[in-house]
């Protein structure tokens, strides 16, 4: 059964950063496209960050060059290093093994002063 589990949320002041985690189990990591979605209350969940295959990367233009996603396959993992957070990007953060039904229970994120 794949199962996906994010880590890493809290909270943080605008100028901060964080580091979410996505641990992959029960399917081939390797290769496989992933992503990252947020939602904040009263709006439509939506894509971040993705990585596909030769780890070619996808941003929104709301967090290009603040936000970085990555991945360990060793550790079946993948990673949004996020910079320069403001209080627009409070959300709950999920990932996704793209395009599919597989989704994280989500984390949260508050930037806030």
């Known amino acids: 059964q794949v199962q996906l589990v994010e880590s890493g949320g809290g909270f943080v002041q605008p100028g901060g950063s964080l580091r979410l985690s996505c641990a992959v189990s029960g399917s081939y990591f390797s290769g496989v496209a992933m992503a990252w979605y947020r939602q904040a209350p009263g709006k439509q969940r939506e894509l971040v960050a993705a990585?596909?295959?030769?780890?070619?990367?996808n941003y929104a233009d709301s967090v290009k060059g603040r936000f970085t996603i990555s991945r360990d396959n060793a550790k079946n993992t993948v990673y949004l290093q996020m910079n320069s957070l403001k209080p627009e990007d409070t959300a709950v953060y999920y990932c996704n093994l793209w395009r599919t039904a597989y989704w994280g229970q989500g984390t949260q994120v508050t930037v806030s002063s």
């Open positions: 990585i596909f295959g030769g780890d070619s990367t």
